[in-house]
């Protein structure tokens, strides 16, 4: 979908990291390869980023980028994994892993220097409102809402500071996603929450509906975000 390359929460959270030439990098959930190729062109040649992708398309899509400063790993990750000793860890699934809460504090301790710097940013406990709004009407079981519902920011601010991370606040994780029609967002969620073919036509006319018609629109997205150090 062309209206949804490009997922405004990266580049957001991302910024919050400050990136800098030649640090170490730890990404998790990175979404698409043109956010991998931004976090490397901050980092430069002598940097480094690793990047835990449990997608084998994206994983094969990043590693055929071939820049010298990425390693791609395909590994459907738990939180646990001790990865090496990075300056900053960002975490930006597109929908829930299926991670304790505690994980997302344990990823940054694990993997992080003394100083490192990390952003987590997640769904928040109603991504996509208009989603929500429509599922029921067009048969969505409810579990499969599960993905896109996620912790509170003062949850995961709760989670960060209890193991000890330092200055942990929380960000607005907001945005309007635009898109072409409410079509776009059906073709896109629908995968996430494994629907077949018709159901996402069928979600695709309930958006259409709800958003007024077939025209170009905006969303609201709603991210809990929250960046700290260790």
Known sequence: MRALEGLPWFPAAMG????????????????????????????????????????????????????????????????????GTFDAVLCTPTVMPDWPLGAYAELPRSNLRPGGRLVIDLPGPEMLPDVTAVAATVGIDPERLAQLRGPGDDRLTEVLRGAGLRRVQSVLGSHLLPLESPFDLAEFVGPLLQLAAPAIAELGEALAHRLHGHAACEVLVHRSRVQAMR
């Open 16 to 83: 919050l990291l400050d990136l800098r030439p030649d640090e170490r990098v730890l990404l998790h959930g990175s979404g698409d390869h043109g956010h991998v190729r931004a976090v490397a062109s901050l980092v430069g040649r002598r940097g480094k980023v690793v990047v835990v992708e449990p997608v084998t398309a994206v994983a094969e899509a990043i590693a055929a980028m071939a820049l010298p400063q990425v390693e791609v790993l395909l590994l459907a990750a738990d939180g646990s994994e001790r990865f």
